[in-house]
């Protein structure tokens, strides 16, 4: 297992490798260390506006520390990232601690493709829509790798290299849009669910996305 290590990356099929091209959608190393630009080094320029996160070191390498108030990473909504048919996230994660609410740790909303953490110390990996979604307890206070997949028929969540939950999706397209962000899941005012209606933001460290 990487230690005091973030890793998100996201691809348009389950079968693609970290490093590969096939596939790769966005990949952020978070190892710049300055600047307000969180660098896509997948080749499609979707370059990130780091708003507020701190780089700090880990292990002897940069990450981004959110601080679960205010601090985010917004990769805008370009079109490569604009995904419909399926998509991997992974992401290596350290929550700091308990939640309130349900904050995005990587992904778009609810109703697209989202990874969060909620305050029943869960993980939970959403297509679509609220209630449709994989979940898996996730502790504080130490590093996990997290992997959400959809194929357009099945969802997976893996924890630290083990399947965790799995199901068959409800909807066979990921549907939604809006900004890709890291450290948060950004509210949307005209969700049905109130609940998708609010902005939270994450408690802890992230890096390689």
């Not at 701190?54 to 490569?80: F, I, M």
């Not at 601690?97 to 349900?102: F, H, N, P, Q, R």
């Not at 509210?187 to 902005?199: E, F």
């Amino acid at each position: 297992m990487l230690k005091d290590l973030v890793s998100c990356v996201v691809w348009l099929c389950a079968s693609a490798a970290l490093g590969a091209e096939p596939g790769l959608m966005a990949y952020y190393t978070c190892d710049e260390g300055s600047g307000t630009t969180l660098k896509d080094r997948s080749g499609n320029a979707s370059d990130g506006v780091i708003r507020g996160a701190q780089y700090v070191l880990s292990g002897g390498r940069h990450c981004l520390a959110c601080d679960g108030v205010d601090d985010y990473v917004d990769c805008g909504n370009p079109s490569s990232l604009d995904l419909q048919d399926a998509v991997t996230l992974e992401t290596w994660v350290f929550p700091e601690s308990s939640v309130m609410g349900e904050p995005g740790i990587a992904g778009k909303h609810f109703r697209s493709f989202l990874l969060t953490y909620y305050t029943n110390g869960k993980a939970y990996w959403y297509i679509h829509e609220g209630g449709n979604c994989c979940q898996a307890v996730l502790s504080p206070g130490c590093w996990h790798h997290l992997v959400g997949t959809f194929d357009g028929t099945a969802m997976q969540l893996f924890i630290d290299g083990k399947l965790a939950d799995a199901r068959i999706s409800k909807h066979k397209t990921i549907g939604g849009t809006g900004p890709f962000t890291i450290g948060a899941v950004m509210g949307d005012p005209d969700a049905a669910d109130p609940a998708t209606r609010l902005t939270a933001h994450f408690p802890g460290k992230v890096a390689e996305v």
